[in-house]
Antibody, heavy 128, light 109 residues
């Protein structure tokens, strides 16, 4: 049974960085395309970016480019999301999520059709 | 990239049917048959309910169904039950990225 186990809650000051982890069990990370989705308190879901295992590149949502870095440690099957220059609006629950199967289009670009595997979420609070 | 548009709330009585709409553009909902729907109970992670517009993952009740017409996708829940009360989000693939709707709160009266 596949599980995504996320790291615990964090409290950070404005301007700091936070690094959230997501450990995969029941699969190897190389079989998956890990994505990160966040949800501010009382707000909707927001896609931050995802990893293309075909070419080893990560695609970031335009809103977060330059401020977010998603990495993977395949030796421990752990994915990481680091967000820098934190501000109060970054207070949110951060989820790792992945499709259990990936399909590719004619140009070998991944098509992210859905996310059927989710971590439980990590609350990041940004407060002075 | 703008979020997909969903009604903020819908409600229905037990046993009734409700439909939640999700409106996008020809670049997302209208351009691909990769619309998915998620159910989220308070304090829980989202759960996939519908994928590829109208397919149900194994284990999801057949009371949940999806459809699409043009730039608008819809989730219908028939035979409403108390446990269906939750937030629902649509999502669409769009040119190497993913966009979510703003969410709809379903209240079972």
């Amino acid at each position: 049974q596949v599980q995504l186990v996320q790291s615990g809650a964090e409290v950070k000051k404005p301007g700091a960085s936070v690094k959230v982890s997501c450990k995969v069990s029941g699969y190897t990370l190389t079989e998956l395309s890990m994505h990160w989705v966040r949800q501010a308190p009382g707000k909707g879901l927001e896609w931050m970016g995802g990893f293309d295992p075909e070419d080893g590149e990560t695609i970031y949502a335009q809103k977060f480019q330059g401020r977010v870095t998603m990495t993977e440690d395949t030796s421990t099957d752990t994915a990481y999301m680091e967000l820098s220059s934190l501000r109060s609006e970054d207070t949110a629950v951060y989820y790792c999520a992945t499709p259990s199967t990936i399909v590719y289009d004619f140009w070998s670009a991944p098509i992210w059709r859905y996310f059927d595997l989710w971590g439980r979420g990590t609350l990041v609070t940004v407060s002075s | 990239q703008s979020a997909l548009t969903q009604p903020a709330s819908v409600s229905g009585s037990p046993g009734q049917s409700i439909t939640i709409s999700c409106t996008g553009t020809s670049s997302d909902v209208g351009g691909y048959n990769y619309v998915s729907w998620y159910q989220q109970h308070p304090g829980k992670a989202p759960k996939l309910m519908i994928y590829d517009v109208s397919n149900r993952p194994s284990g999801v009740s057949n009371r949940f169904s999806g459809s699409k017409s043009g730039n608008t996708a819809s989730l219908t829940i028939s035979g409403l039950q108390a446990e269906d009360e939750a937030d629902y989000y649509c999502s669409s693939y769009t040119s190497s990225t993913v966009v979510f709707g703003g969410g709809t709160k379903l209240t079972v009266l």
